[in-house]
């Protein structure tokens, strides 16, 4: 793991940032302009000319921990020090007769980066006055969330991250461009394509949202209606966004057996990457339904397979066996979404159009794992939730297409948890090196609240099937490193404050499928950009997260 952005190397002892002497004080002052340079760009690398006085206290030391610093490196016993937004110290604290105005004492806890999620769906939540502590994330120890995913995001990205910046937020936080939201927009829901002036507009907006600091270009080709794109468009779009630097992030047009399948997808998403040079991340890896379980070895193969060929490829996961999406988008053809909400209705009421999408929709349910497999979590008629469909089949006394369309149409729709995955498969996944941690975390999902510590327990501690350097690395660094985050996702001197402190027997989710939002247990330090957002394990009400912008600077790989 190196980031080449850093020019920090190795141990300095924290001297004196401004001393009283003249002389000192011109070489001050261009320091602190650097500095306040380095802060206001988030992307800057990290110019550590500050000189802290042998004497002066540091603000924050946290003192006797075990020591995960990201890299994937082995635990050690370590201090860490901070000052301002920055780590400043890592090392032997008496040693270096270092101290601090004040001392965390954590023997037996482990110290780790901050956790970052590239794949949420936190933008509503961060953009709320009641939501924008962002809680269901600190409390699992994530410190920077990436969202904007599956295509979904604001037109606008510039102006939803100086709200952010004006109200605060909780974690730092960083949007992607939508295609869903760019092509919705210039051809609105239809499955036409795009004519040489509308693909024109549509890398316009890529661009501008590149421009004011999007980090890259999210796709859901599995959602209308960015499903009727063909990959040509996707690749166009994605160049403008790789020449910004920037990487293509992707809810795949398949994750399971339908359409061109999971492989198939993956092989669209290299193409991609291939064609337009730009790093291509899946997001939420799965073999979704038992037709596509054990395919986790190929879709595998092919991103080793293609990394071998140079192009960048990547992947997440959350630790469930249940997705999480909509009951319409788990089950209605796109075929019959053409035209948005109004159009499907007619359909469903058609008698033409009616038994073709009955028949497709009973594939796409026993492609899923039949209606047992579906929980509804979410819908406005509220007696629906914690019904599994094949139960409101049979209180309605119909199949349970004909209840789905029944729910969808009449009530709006509902969330569902959809278990289409096995446990094999997720193991499998979360073994590689290239599979980060990401949440997708939704209304009514355990993930939400629940994925980051529930790997450790699970998965780190309980079953030890990783070990925890490489559990901690995957779920920081290697995010930080692959999404271009600059300065953060490693306890190393000079990189950004972003340090979870943690009880490795008490770490655990704590939410369920019946009770989703329960927050997690374990983290008892969360510190975001050098502030205490929880402290023993309570949230302390503070917005120390930062909206954070990629800037050219940012570039860091081919
Ligand atoms: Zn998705």
Redesign the pocket.
């Known amino acids: 793991m190196t980031n080449k952005l850093s020019i920090q190397s190795g141990y300095r002892r924290p001297q004196a940032f401004c001393g009283s002497r003249l002389l000192f004080s011109l070489a001050c002052l261009l320091v602190l302009l650097t500095w306040s340079v380095a802060t206001l760009s988030d992307a800057s690398p990290v110019l550590f000319l500050a000189q802290f006085d042998r004497d002066q206290k540091l603000d924050l030391l946290i003192r006797h921990g075990t020591l995960v610093d990201g890299s994937g490196k082995k635990t050690r016993i370590a201090d860490v020090g901070i000052t301002g937004d920055r780590i400043v110290f890592v090392g032997n604290a008496i040693k270096a007769h270092i101290t601090a105005t004040r001392t965390i004492d954590a023997t037996g806890l482990v110290v780790a980066p901050g956790f970052i999620d590239p794949h949420t769906h936190t933008l509503g939540d961060l953009t709320s006055d009641q939501t924008k502590s962002n809680q269901a994330y600190l409390m699992q120890g994530v410190t920077t969330v990436i969202t904007g995913?599956?295509g979904g995001s604001v037109l606008n990205i510039g102006d939803t991250l100086r709200k952010w910046d004006a109200q605060g937020i909780g974690t730092n936080a960083i949007l992607l461009a939508g295609f869903g939201t760019i092509r919705g927009k210039v051809l609105g829901p239809t499955d036409a394509q795009p004519n040489a002036a509308q693909l024109e507009e549509m890398k316009q907006y890529v661009a501008r949202a590149m421009d004011e600091g999007a980090f890259g270009l999210s796709t859901?080709l599995y959602y209308a209606p960015q499903s009727y794109a063909k990959t040509e468009e996707v690749i166009e779009l994605a160049k403008v966004a790789a020449a910004r630097g920037g990487i293509y992030d992707t809810?795949m047009r398949s994750e399971g057996t339908a359409g061109i399948g999971l492989l198939g997808s993956i092989k669209e998403t290299i193409q991609i990457g291939r064609e337009a040079k730009i790093p291509v991340h899946v997001?939420?890896i799965k073999a979704l339904g038992p037709d596509s379980w054990n395919q986790s070895k190929q879709a595998i193969d092919l991103i080793k397979k293609a990394n071998s060929e140079g192009i960048n490829a990547s992947a997440c996961q959350y630790p469930y066996t249940a997705s999480g999406t909509s009951l319409q988008a788990s089950l209605i053809p796109r075929w019959a979404e053409v035209g948005g909400r109004a159009e499907l209705l007619k359909r469903i009421d058609d008698p033409q159009v009616r038994p073709k999408l009955i028949a497709e929709m009973t594939e796409n349910l026993r492609g899923r794992g039949g209606a047992e497999s579906l929980l509804i979590v979410d819908a406005l008629d509220r007696t629906l939730v914690g019904k599994r469909l094949n139960q409101i089949a049979q209180e309605m006394n119909k199949t349970a297409v004909e209840a789905a369309l029944d729910v969808i149409k009449n009530v709006g729709g509902a969330g569902v948890a959809s278990f289409n995955m096995n446990e094999k498969d997720i193991r499998r996944f979360m073994k590689e090196k290239f599979v980060m941690t990401c949440s997708?975390g939704s209304t009514g999902h355990p993930r939400k609240y629940g994925t980051f510590p529930k790997k450790l327990h699970e998965y780190v501690f309980e079953t030890k099937l990783i070990s925890l350097p490489f559990a901690v690395r995957n779920s920081s660094a290697l995010t930080a490193e692959w999404f271009r985050i600059p300065e953060r996702g490693l306890i190393r001197e000079g990189y950004f404050a972003d340090v979870i402190v943690f009880d490795p027997k008490t770490v655990s989710d704590r939410s369920t499928y019946e009770q989703p939002e329960l927050p997690a247990a374990g983290m008892k330090f969360v510190i975001v950009n050098g502030k205490i957002a929880v402290e023993d394990g309570k949230y302390t009400g503070a917005l120390a997260g930062r909206a954070l912008r990629k800037s050219s600077g940012a570039v860091a790989r081919p």
């Open positions: 995913n599956d859901g809810h997001s939420h997708d």
